[in-house]
């Protein structure tokens, strides 16, 4: 069973940080590396990637190496027989995971500003 | 054929046997036949430390020993049995801690050459360690080069060995109870060459005849090996050639092949064998090897020198130690290249029956019949390059009596001390807590160290494997090296898939949790060094004591047969785990000295020796052991788990 949740929390983690990669890229384009990101009211940068890896991101540009760290924490996918240890690679999948996520949301904030406020975005996401 | 079966539960090991007999070739299995051992000198009651001698002070056969009976044990010296029990047991130490030491000299020479560049090939691999080994050396860090502190450390770790006085500097990775407790009963070692030496002047005729004191010179050195030159040795390999990290292996003879040329690595360094893989994957070494009609290069280790390959390069496995002779016999050993330790004389004689060469390369081992390609570090590559084209050379000159057996198992191996830390909680949280917390809910019921050799005395691996099954069937997790670790492998207990089906209840769901197998291939002989580093962490980490004495472990070596593996042992029990041995006990002529270094060993130390050879019955003192462990910790009694109400709370603080 730990094995299936392992190999299954590890391919899920690939698809989200090639999301944040995506969309990423398609924010640089668009603004380009200067651009300042952050979440409102929050005093530590991008919080869980500053308060985990240290890092300040302020620009768009900053989250290049974020997303380097993203790659580089992705285990390998798990053999089905004689597997390599997977706990530890799932978790630091699950790492990557948390960064590239908090790059989604903060990508979201340069996209759409008013996406937390916006009543009738908040009614659409409710209702599904 | 059912007279090749009794001497080893390995098929392909089998096959070979049958085929030596059919080839007409000696194996150690046939001389452990016609030769028995010599029942005086096997329990320690032989003197022949000088002239006079050699004296035998054997126990009366088949009667109680009168006090008259015992005066008369003595030599001619005057010494007793005890002290020449005790003179013998030291002396094994003294040749066990010796071998692993000048192993880890040569690696710290090795080392030292690479930081001052004048060892072209080599380089410094695991800067994270480099900087560990700096902080714990007092080596200034700053903004200094790697090479820098290399030097440093480097000059630091040579001169551990010819230190005179203070304390050897890795002590002070003990738990501090333990320093306390060493420097209490006058065992921590001031240098490591120095105990050694110390222990061949003691043992020499008329020096220390107080057995007592001779077994406490014993500790002082073996602790000189385990927490000095081992320890040197699995550190400093893991800086030049990368601490290991998991990875999938493959062992026993069917890893030869048919098609390319096999050159077997054996021996126990890893200095030139880590040239030799690079050396073997060289695009003109492939193409010299087609050239000669094989398909390629195919590298094999063998024991101690494989394990360290296998768990930095994946590198297959030949087999351990009783297993030398007979990857020979397959006809289809193109080259076999050894270094130092577990050698066998007979191999040369052995390889002349079929085409193979057998290259001896270290000055401190040559062997008379094999050819010599001695391993220069200045100039690593060209030895390296050498050995791979003597063997691609003798390719073409292989008989036709080719007989590889088709078996090999696959394996999880690398499971350093770093890794095992990694594992258990990923990079961001990477502790040994969930290790602990397991052992106190039980699901663990404690940690064995099962390692050692073959011994040609016992059925090859039955022992090992035996044991190993009946204490991972109890949940007990086990942590391996050496030999030992391979038989392990060939059974498929090295496997995550060997918890299921092997392992207890509780054992089997943390392994299938971490994807562990409940065997850990923990590395060579000299990396017993890391099992001592795992169980300080274990004790660092809180909530099983205060002391390696106080965890719920045990050692063993049930198919032991080196000095190496009476040196590991030592500085097992001296480090205060229980440790059984099995085949036969050294110390056996005198009850005095046997019964010094069985119980009251624990008293002084907290760990202490056992002889079991059943390995069913070894494996339950192990597992009585650590029982006793669990229940003085307060650990052997699930507890009730109490919601605590905000009354119950204040009552706390109240108290």
């Given at each position: 069973?730990?094995?299936?949740?392992?190999?299954?929390?590890?391919?899920?983690?690939?698809?989200?940080?090639?999301?944040?990669?995506?969309?990423?890229?398609?924010?640089?384009?668009?603004?380009?590396?200067?651009?300042?990101?952050?979440?409102?009211?929050?005093?530590?940068?991008?919080?869980?990637?500053?308060?985990?890896?240290?890092?300040?991101?302020?620009?768009?540009?900053?989250?290049?190496?974020?997303?380097?760290?993203?790659?580089?924490?992705?285990?390998?996918?798990?053999?089905?027989?004689?597997?390599?240890?997977?706990?530890?690679?799932?978790?630091?999948?699950?790492?990557?995971?948390?960064?590239?996520?908090?790059?989604?949301?903060?990508?979201?904030?340069?996209?759409?500003?008013?996406?937390?406020?916006?009543?009738?975005?908040?009614?659409?996401i409710l209702s599904g | 054929?059912?007279?090749?079966?009794?001497?080893?539960?390995?098929?392909?090991?089998?096959?070979?046997?049958?085929?030596?007999?059919?080839?007409?070739?000696?194996?150690?299995?046939?001389?452990?036949?016609?030769?028995?051992?010599?029942?005086?000198?096997?329990?320690?009651?032989?003197?022949?430390?000088?002239?006079?001698?050699?004296?035998?002070?054997?126990?009366?056969?088949?009667?109680?020993?009168?006090p008259e009976d015992k005066l008369k044990r003595r030599g001619i010296c005057g010494a007793t049995a005890e002290t020449i029990a005790a003179r013998n047991f030291i002396r094994m130490v003294a040749g066990g801690a010796a071998a692993h030491s000048d192993h880890g000299r040569g690696v710290a020479e090795l080392f030292l050459a690479v930081a001052r560049g004048e060892a072209p090939g080599y380089e410094i691999k695991d800067e994270q360690k480099l900087l560990q080994l700096a902080l714990d050396f007092g080596v200034t860090i700053g903004d200094r080069s790697n090479q820098e502190i290399a030097i440093d450390i480097g000059e630091i770790a040579l001169a551990e060995f010819g230190k005179q006085k203070g304390e050897v500097l890795f002590l002070r990775r003990a738990p501090l109870k333990r320093q306390e407790l060493w420097r209490q009963q006058g065992v921590a070692p001031r240098g490591i060459d120095r105990e050694i030496v110390e222990i061949m002047h003691r043992t020499h005729i008329g020096v220390d005849q107080?057995?007592?004191?001779?077994?406490?010179?014993?500790?002082?050195?073996?602790?000189?090996?385990?927490?000095?030159?081992?320890?040197?040795?699995?550190?400093?390999?893991?800086?030049?050639?990368?601490?290991?990290?998991?990875?999938?292996?493959?062992?026993n003879l069917g890893v030869l092949k048919r098609d390319e040329v096999n050159l077997i690595i054996h021996g126990h360094e890893p200095l030139l064998s880590e040239m030799i893989v690079v050396a073997a994957q060289e695009p003109q070494m492939i193409e010299l090897a087609k050239s000669k009609g094989a398909n390629g290069i195919n590298l094999a280790g063998m024991c101690c020198t494989a394990n360290e390959i296998l768990m930095r390069h994946g590198v297959p496995l030949a087999g351990n130690f009783l297993q030398q002779e007979l990857a020979l016999v397959t006809g289809a050993v193109d080259a076999m290249v050894v270094d130092i330790q577990c050698i066998?004389?007979?191999?040369?004689?052995?390889?002349?029956?079929?085409?193979?060469?057998?290259?001896?390369?270290?000055?401190?081992?040559?062997?008379?019949?094999?050819?010599?390609?001695?391993?220069?570090?200045?100039?690593?590559?060209?030895?390296?390059?050498?050995?791979?084209?003597?063997?691609?050379?003798?390719?073409?000159?292989r008989g036709s009596n080719i007989d590889i057996p088709e078996e090999q198992t696959d394996l999880v191996a690398g499971f350093s001390h770093e890794t095992i830390n990694y594992l258990l909680g990923g990079l961001f949280r990477a502790s040994y807590r969930p290790l602990n917390d397991n052992i106190i809910n039980g699901r663990i019921r404690g940690l064995a160290g099962v390692v050692g050799c073959n011994n040609a005395r016992v059925k090859h691996d039955d022992i090992h494997v035996t044991m190993i099954k009946e204490l991972i069937k109890n949940d007990i997790l086990v942590v391996q090296t050496g030999c030992s670790a391979m038989a392990a492998a060939k059974a498929g207990l090295m496997t995550p898939e060997a918890a299921s089906k092997y392992a207890g209840e509780g054992l089997a769901s943390v392994c299938e949790t971490v994807g562990i197998p409940p065997v850990l291939h923990v590395g060579s002989c000299v990396d017993n060094s890391r099992i001592l580093i795992a169980a300080t962490a274990m004790v660092k980490d809180g909530g099983l004591g205060d002391d390696i004495s106080d965890l719920p472990v045990a050692g063993a070596a049930p198919e032991w047969m080196s000095e190496k593996a009476i040196s590991i042992?030592?500085?097992?029990?001296?480090?205060?785990?229980?440790?059984?041995?099995?085949?036969?006990?050294?110390?056996?002529?005198?009850?005095?000295?046997?019964?010094?270094?069985?119980?009251?060993?624990?008293?002084?130390?907290?760990?202490?020796?056992?002889?079991?050879?059943?390995?069913?019955?070894?494996?339950?003192?192990?597992?009585?052991h650590i029982d006793k462990k669990r229940k003085a910790l307060g650990i052997d009694k699930a507890r009730e788990r109490v919601l605590y109400d905000m009354e119950m709370r204040r009552e706390l603080a109240g108290a």
């Open positions: 069973m730990s094995k299936i949740i392992a190999s299954a929390a590890i391919k899920g983690a690939y698809k989200i940080v090639e999301r944040a990669e995506k969309k990423w890229q398609e924010a640089m384009d668009r603004w380009g590396a200067n651009e300042p990101v952050g979440f409102p009211n929050t005093a530590y940068y991008l919080p869980v990637i500053y308060g985990i890896l240290g890092i300040k991101v302020e620009k768009l540009g900053d989250m290049e190496q974020v997303l380097k760290r993203c790659k580089s924490l992705l285990p390998p996918p798990g053999r089905e027989n004689c597997p390599l240890p997977y706990l530890a690679p799932a978790l630091d999948a699950g790492m990557a995971t948390f960064f590239a996520e908090e790059i989604i949301e903060a990508i979201r904030y340069l996209e759409q500003p008013d996406f937390y406020t916006n009543r009738k975005m908040l009614m659409k | 054929m059912a007279e090749a079966e009794t001497k080893s539960i390995d098929s392909a090991s089998i096959k070979m046997i049958e085929k030596a007999a059919a080839d007409g070739v000696n194996t150690a299995f046939d001389r452990a036949e016609t030769m028995k051992p010599c029942p005086i000198g096997m329990v320690g009651s032989c003197c022949k430390h000088c002239g006079m001698g050699p004296c035998r002070v054997p126990l009366p056969k088949g009667k109680e020993e009168t107080d057995y007592r004191n001779l077994l406490r010179q014993g500790v002082r050195a073996s602790i000189a090996d385990g927490w000095g030159g081992s320890m040197i040795a699995t550190e400093l390999q893991d800086i030049l050639f990368g601490t290991p990290v998991p990875v999938l292996g493959k062992i066998m004389q007979s191999l040369p004689d052995i390889a002349q029956c079929y085409h193979t060469k057998i290259i001896t390369t270290s000055p401190k081992a040559k062997i008379s019949g094999a050819m010599h390609i001695e391993f220069d570090e200045h100039n690593a590559m060209e030895s390296a390059r050498a050995i791979v084209k003597t063997a691609i050379d003798n390719f073409p000159k042992g030592q500085y097992f029990v001296g480090s205060g785990v229980f440790t059984v041995f099995g085949v036969n006990w050294p110390t056996l002529g005198s009850k005095e000295v046997t019964d010094f270094l069985f119980k009251e060993f624990e008293d002084m130390y907290g760990g202490m020796w056992a002889f079991e050879p059943d390995p069913i019955k070894a494996a339950h003192l192990m597992i009585d």
